[in-house]
Every structure is written in C-alpha cells, then in structure tokens.
C-alpha cells in the first residue's frame, strides 16, 4: 500500500489502473481494434452469433447477405458505437452507406474518435 498525504492508503494496483486507463484513452485505435470492439458489440449487443464472426472481415456487408442487420439493428449499433467510442452520428449520416461493410464503419469511426489532444480527426 502506497501512502498519500493525511494517512490515507491506495491499494498498489489502483495507479497501474489509472496510467492503463489514461493509456487507452489517450491514443487512437487502430482500425483492427475498432474492428475487434465493433464484432463484440454485434455478438454482445445484437445477439449476432459468435460462430458466424469469425468468418467476418473487412470487406463483410453489415446489411442483406453480409451480417444480415435490418435498419433497426443498424440504428441500434450505432447507439451502442456512441457510447463505446464517445462519438456521435449525424442524423444524415446514418445511411446505407455508413454500414456497407465492417471496414466502412470502422473507417468512419476512426474518423470521429479523438485524437491524442482531445481534438476529432477531420
């Protein structure tokens, strides 16, 4: 246990939580992890079958014959992504595009998520 001022004690492990935290939020994900959270938010979120994501890559269309999401599960993904990446979608930007394929969403997410200054990429 580490000492802080007035005698108050901080379990050892709760600064590495902090630095690991800070860390993650501090810089941008790659698009293979944004990938990665988008896939377990599908299995978590949408009740999208694990089995049938493994066979899912960049290129999958997350509409029709890909994932095969309807427009409500797409609006519903697109709640959960906000939330996980602390981003937000424009009402104009929730089309058919956004959602073409795995790779389009997370290139789009990628866009919006915070750079190491706190600034939205461009």
Do not use: W
């Amino acid at each position: 246990m580490r000492r802080f001022g007035a005698g108050y004690a901080l379990p050892a492990f709760i600064p590495s939580l902090i630095r690991s935290r800070d860390s993650s939020i501090s810089r941008m994900e790659s698009p293979v992890e944004i990938e990665s959270k988008l896939k377990r938010l599908l299995v978590s979120r949408l009740d999208v079958r694990p089995e049938a994501m493994e066979k899912v890559d960049s290129a999958t269309p997350l509409l029709g014959s890909g994932i095969g999401l309807d427009s409500v599960e797409a609006l519903t993904l697109a709640s959960e992504i906000e939330g996980e990446f602390d981003i937000h979608f424009e009402d104009q930007e929730l089309t058919s595009d956004l959602f073409r394929s795995l790779g389009s969403l997370s290139a789009s997410i990628a866009a919006k998520c915070p750079d190491r200054t706190g600034n939205s990429n461009p």
